[in-house]
Structures are given as C-alpha cells and as structure tokens.
C-alpha cells in the first residue's frame, strides 16, 4: 500500500521556524514530482512548493524567499524547511506524490503560528 506519512508539524512563534518531513513509501519515488500543498478552515487547498526529478523547484509567492523543498532519493523523503513563519501560515500541511503515474497524499501535519 502508498503510504506517505508527514511529520515536523507543532506550534511557533511569529518568526520561527519548522522543518516538515514526509517519508514516502511509494514505486519510483525518483522518479516522481514531489510537492507540499497547505488547506485552511474554509479556504482551498494550495501548492506551496513542488521539486522534480531533476531538482527544479517552485514556491507559491506567499512563501517564496521563506520557504526551501528538497528531496533525498536515498531516504524516500522529501522536506520542507520554514523560516520566518507568519501567522497566515497556520495551515495543515499535505505532501504529495505526483508524475509518473496517479498522484497520492499523506494525511497532514499541523502547523500553528501564534501571533
């Protein structure tokens, strides 16, 4: 079974940071697009970042300059560091797997920052 399971959320302080994780146990993880997507109480849910197989990343503006995606192809795993975290980031956050072959999500991690 796809699994891919996320940790690192908790609660911080404006102006902290978080380093989230998503262990991935999925065929050609290499392969695959790798992103983190975020969803609010009543808003829809939002990429955040995404990385290829060959390493090139994109980031929504909200987080661009705040924000780092990489990947580790030996681990499976796929990371997102958050610095300088604001309040509007208090999202949970989701990773995904995409291309090649059906996309898959984890089931979240919280993340709070306290204003």
């Known amino acids: 079974q796809v699994q891919l399971v996320e940790s690192g959320g908790g609660l911080v302080q404006t102006g902290g940071s978080l380093r989230l994780s998503c262990a991935a146990s999925?065929?050609?993880?290499?392969?695959?697009?790798m992103g983190w997507y975020r969803q609010a109480p009543g808003n829809q849910r939002e990429l955040v970042a995404a990385?290829?197989?060959?390493?090139?990343?994109d980031y929504a503006g909200a987080v661009k300059g705040r924000f780092t995606i990489s990947r580790d192809n030996v681990k499976n795993t796929v990371y997102l560091q958050m610095n300088s975290l604001k309040p509007e980031d208090t999202s949970v956050y989701y990773c995904?797997?995409?291309?090649?072959?059906?996309?898959?999500w984890g089931q979240g991690t919280q993340v709070t920052v306290s204003s």
């Open positions: 990385i290829t197989p060959d390493g090139i990343t």
């Open positions: 999925v065929r050609d993880f290499s392969l695959r697009t």
């Open positions: 995904r797997a995409d291309n090649p072959g059906p996309p898959y």
